[in-house]
């Protein structure tokens, strides 16, 4: 089983590499920048909540009556990923982080209309792709969720799993961090929830969430050479995904910064 998951994280460091080194961080140099980050990122932010709540209602009891699933341990990690991820706990207050990212928008000028669109269509019963389709989404954002989704919707649990362990947030190199941290310090007041939705999402990724979701691979996976490969083309999807994204927002950052000033 070891061997299995050592071949899956082998086949996708490359793809890991390119995310942790992409020119995007080094890009980033004022507060407009990491707006427009954010703008699209937040898409991302959301649909790893559907991930999570994909697992939870396969792996976890949901229906009324109630009956035990099989795997209790699975039972316990996704439940405590849920209750970091939608009922997180800090000062006295409870928030999920989708919520908090959206607070962190809106301290720092970003615009959050098309995601606050998007999710309000969802509210009045529109499909994702319809929601994706008629709200002001930005592009890459909604091809990335298209992408999320569609791993979703083919219900393979090894897949939804990968994608959710291997397209988490832990990529996020320590120069983005610093550059936040700057921001911070010369901008006060305006990045200060950011730095913390980064900080706080990456000490439970590194420190909780991440052990335990490759722990969840391994148990759903076992000795199955076809759940492997499902799990494995989904985490290479997934970072595929992810550096699409990051090229796109790459690209309007530097378009941004090198259009001509207007006199």
């Given at each position: 089983?070891?061997?299995?998951?050592?071949t899956?994280?082998?086949?996708?460091?490359?793809?890991?590499?390119?995310?942790?080194?992409?020119?995007?961080?080094?890009?980033?140099?004022?507060l407009?920048?990491?707006?427009?980050?954010?703008?699209?990122?937040?898409?991302?932010?959301?649909?790893?909540?559907?991930?999570?709540?994909?697992?939870q209602?396969?792996?976890?009891?949901?229906d009324?009556?109630?009956?035990?699933t099989?795997?209790?341990?699975?039972?316990?990690?996704?439940n405590?990923?849920?209750?970091?991820?939608e009922?997180?706990?800090?000062?006295?207050?409870?928030f999920?982080?989708?919520?908090?990212?959206?607070?962190?928008m809106?301290?720092?000028?970003?615009?959050?209309?098309?995601?606050?669109?998007?999710?309000?269509?969802?509210r009045?019963?529109?499909?994702?792709e319809?929601?994706l389709?008629f709200?002001?989404?930005?592009?890459?954002?909604?091809?990335?969720?298209?992408?999320?989704?569609?791993?979703?919707?083919?219900?393979?649990?090894?897949?939804i799993a990968?994608?959710?362990?291997?397209?988490?947030?832990?990529?996020?190199?320590?120069?983005?961090?610093?550059f936040?941290?700057?921001?911070?310090?010369?901008?006060?007041?305006q990045?200060?929830t950011?730095l913390?939705y980064?900080?706080?999402?990456?000490?439970?990724?590194?420190d909780?969430?991440?052990?335990?979701?490759?722990?969840?691979?391994?148990?759903l996976?076992?000795d199955?050479?076809t759940?492997?490969?499902?799990?494995?083309?989904a985490a290479?999807a997934?970072?595929?995904?992810r550096?699409?994204?990051?090229?796109?927002?790459?690209?309007?950052?530097?378009t941004?910064?090198y259009?001509?000033v207007?006199?």
């Amino acid at each position: 089983m070891t061997d299995h998951l050592s071949t899956l994280q082998n086949r996708i460091q490359p793809y890991r590499a390119q995310l942790a080194e992409h020119p995007l961080y080094a890009s980033l140099e004022t507060l407009e920048d990491l707006r427009l980050l954010m703008q699209s990122h937040v898409f991302a932010v959301w649909d790893f909540m559907s991930l999570l709540k994909s697992l939870q209602r396969t792996l976890t009891s949901v229906d009324v009556p109630w009956q035990p699933t099989a795997d209790a341990a699975a039972r316990r990690f996704v439940n405590e990923i849920v209750l970091g991820e939608e009922s997180d706990h800090h000062n006295g207050r409870t928030f999920s982080h989708f919520e908090l990212y959206l607070e962190a928008m809106q301290q720092s000028g970003a615009g959050t209309r098309p995601v606050q669109s998007f999710i309000s269509a969802l509210r009045a019963g529109q499909s994702v792709e319809q929601a994706l389709s008629f709200t002001p989404v930005p592009a890459a954002a909604a091809n990335f969720v298209r992408s999320t989704f569609a791993v979703i919707e083919a219900g393979s649990l090894p897949a939804i799993a990968a994608a959710f362990t291997f397209g988490r947030e832990d990529l996020i190199p320590d120069m983005f961090r610093g550059f936040v941290r700057e921001l911070n310090a010369t901008k006060p007041g305006q990045v200060e929830t950011f730095l913390f939705y980064l900080e706080r999402h990456i000490e439970l990724d590194g420190d909780d969430h991440g052990p335990l979701a490759l722990r969840l691979i391994q148990s759903l996976c076992a000795d199955d050479a076809t759940r492997w490969q499902e799990a494995t083309h989904a985490a290479e999807a997934a970072l595929k995904a992810r550096l699409a994204l990051w090229d796109a927002i790459y690209a309007e950052v530097i378009t941004r910064q090198y259009a001509p000033v207007a006199s």
